[in-house]
């Protein structure tokens, strides 16, 4: 197996108290039928769509689904809006996704019902500071994952995401590729472990996966013998020793369906608990235990920013154009070249082909 070097890099402070503050009051049942009903009205009159990540809260999921949009992660959320005839798209998500919905359809309108939604993966790479860590690691191949800005993502020589990071550091191992990695250091020691590429990583976390704690989950799992644990490769490699299977959200989702078992245990954002409970109401789905008290991010399992979404920032974003995300006009060719590399990739695997000459070095074979 190739070694793993492991980089200390200096990262902003990351707190989460601002998101927390921002996070909107829930609405009475009568304004929210009143919001989704206005919404829906004002997507039509404005040939708009409505994105929405696993991740917010349950009312954006439905109202996208109902409305003809899409709930999924971060990439295909982008794809779907990309290939949609609407001229606007509402991302309901963090900042880097809205990003990279607009590097997809840079001639669409996208707008975000709140701009200050971030994410601690992206946050913790700024721009300037990965340049300067590319710069001592010349003859690596730049791999990065898609929570992370425009600005990262062009400095790029491949954009995957937890669904096929395995696959494609695994095809570039095997033509020879050694590897920079950023910026989630669990999902990077993950795949290191899974395909031994030689790898360089980026030492940052989410505040969400991070808290996620091994001797709470032993505890859990001793409650209910007879559960699955499900993980996203974000959680440390502890959390990660425990599961039946680590993927993606879409992964966790198809892996609640198709396991033959009642009880779950799940370790990454709660607010995939909506979909896996819509889906299995037969079926028992726990959250993974997190540090609770002794946290050093106070992140309840639910990333602060993903709760800055909601329905009156919708209406908003909608009855004013405001909320517009916008990329330098010189980064959307550069960012999106490692983008559409890995969804060609992605696209040769499923249709069983090899990926030959998308990966240099591996040749047809």
Not at 227 to 250: I, M, N, R, Y
Not at 331 to 357: C, D, N, Q, S, V
């Amino acid at each position: 197996m190739e070694h793993v070097i492991e980089v200390e890099v200096e990262q902003p402070a990351c707190t989460t108290r601002h998101a927390w503050a921002r996070v909107p009051d829930e609405p009475s049942p009568a304004e929210r039928q009143a919001l989704k009903a206005r919404i829906a009205e004002l997507l039509r009159a404005r040939d708009a769509v409505l994105v929405a990540h696993y991740y917010v809260h349950p009312d954006l999921q439905d109202l996208a689904e109902a409305t003809g949009g899409l709930v999924s992660d971060s990439l295909e959320m982008a794809r779907f809006g990309r290939d949609h005839p609407a001229r606007t798209l509402v991302v309901a998500g963090v900042r880097f996704m809205g990003e990279t919905a607009k590097i997809l359809s840079p001639d669409k309108t996208v707008l975000m019902p709140d701009l200050d939604a971030t994410c601690s993966l992206d946050i913790g790479c700024p721009p300037d500071d990965f340049a300067a860590f590319r710069a001592e690691h010349p003859d690596r191949t730049v791999v990065v994952y898609a929570n992370t800005s425009a600005a990262v993502k062009a400095q790029a020589d491949w954009v995957v995401t937890s669904s096929c990071a395995l696959d494609i550091v695994g095809a570039l191992r095997d033509a020879g590729h050694r590897i920079l990695w950023a910026p989630d250091k669990h999902l990077g020691g993950y795949i290191q472990r899974e395909t031994g590429a030689d790898m360089v990583l980026w030492r940052g976390s989410c505040v969400v996966h991070d808290e996620f704690k091994a001797f709470e989950l032993e505890a859990l799992r001793r409650e209910y013998p007879e559960a699955k644990v499900l993980v996203h490769p974000e959680s440390p490699a502890a959390v990660v020793a425990q599961a039946d299977v680590v993927g993606s959200t879409s992964q966790i989702l198809q892996a609640a369906a198709n396991l033959p078992a009642r009880v779950f245990i799940v370790a990454t954002d709660s607010g995939l608990m909506h979909q896996l409970r819509q889906r299995h109401p037969d079926k028992l789905f726990l959250e993974a235990p997190t540090a609770g008290n002794g946290a050093t991010c106070k992140s309840c399992a639910h990333c602060p920013w993903m709760a800055m979404n909601g329905l009156r920032g919708v209406l908003e974003v909608l009855e004013t154009g405001l909320n517009e995300i916008h990329v330098a006009p010189e980064l959307i060719p550069r960012a999106r070249l490692p983008i559409e590399r890995m969804l060609a990739f992605t696209a040769a695997r499923k249709r069983g082909e090899p990926p030959g000459a998308l990966v240099p070095g591996l040749g047809a074979v």
